[in-house]
């Protein structure tokens, strides 16, 4: 794995993320309620706190909780919420030593197919069904990782330019196509919400 990816929009942070397939998985594990760059910018913020240039996860894992928990708090924080984000990490960390020796790629080498990979993602703490088909798709439209049906495991994330989500994003342009639809799913979700609320209140 070593390949220029633009998620970060900062070439440190993109570089390690590219070539480091446990950075990636982290980077994916931040990636909620705060701005993509900024998680996609935390693997080699931690990487750089820890003192190495690459995440490892035996290291993390072994980590002592307080100690890992103040390297993500230090200023600037990793996370809106270090704390709670350090010990998802080093969940994710401890169940990649326990399931695949620490080995971050391990999870989708050598996998058959498309459902066989998004079952394995969405085993991982802190993955859920859809952080799983992001990532996949993340793989397979930049990454190289394309078992049989990766498209279709991946849902509405898999079909080319979609720019739904980060598996899309190489480039300003098509950061700003993404952040445009993630703007159009809250504003009608709150429309939604709001009708919901009108209609509570007529019922009433």
Same mark, same amino acid.
């Given at each position: 794995? $070593?390949?220029?990816?633009?998620? &970060?929009? =900062? !070439?440190? @942070?993109?570089?390690? %993320?590219?070539?480091?397939?446990? /950075? ?31 995440? $490892?996860?035996?290291?993390?894992? &072994?980590? =002592? !909780?307080? @100690?890992?928990?103040? %390297?993500?708090?230090?200023?600037? /924080? ?127």
């Amino acid at each position: 794995m $070593d390949v220029t990816l633009h998620l &970060a929009q =900062d !070439p440190a @942070a993109d570089e390690l %993320l590219g070539r480091s397939p446990l /950075a990636a998985l982290v980077g994916m594990l931040l990636d909620q309620q705060v701005p993509m760059e900024w998680a996609f910018a935390g693997p080699r913020t931690i990487a750089d706190r820890l003192g190495t240039d690459d995440l $490892d996860a035996h290291r993390i894992a &072994a980590h =002592d !909780p307080e @100690a890992f928990a103040a %390297l993500l708090s230090e200023k600037p /924080a990793v996370h809106r919420y270090p704390g709670s984000m350090a010990g998802r990490i080093q969940q994710l960390c401890q169940y990649l030593v326990e399931h695949y020796d620490g080995d971050a790629a391990a999870v989708w080498t050598g996998v058959g197919t498309g459902e066989e990979l998004l079952a394995r993602l969405n085993e991982l703490p802190g993955f859920g069904r859809q952080k799983a088909q992001i990532f996949l798709a993340l793989l397979g439209k930049q990454l190289g990782v394309r078992p049989r049906g990766w498209r279709e495991a991946a849902g509405d994330y898999g079909p080319a330019k979609a720019f739904r989500s980060v598996a899309d994003i190489t480039d300003p342009a098509s950061l700003a196509k993404v952040r445009a639809h993630k703007q159009e799913i809250k504003a009608a979700a709150k429309a939604a919400k709001a009708a919901r609320t009108a209609a509570a209140g007529e019922s009433g």
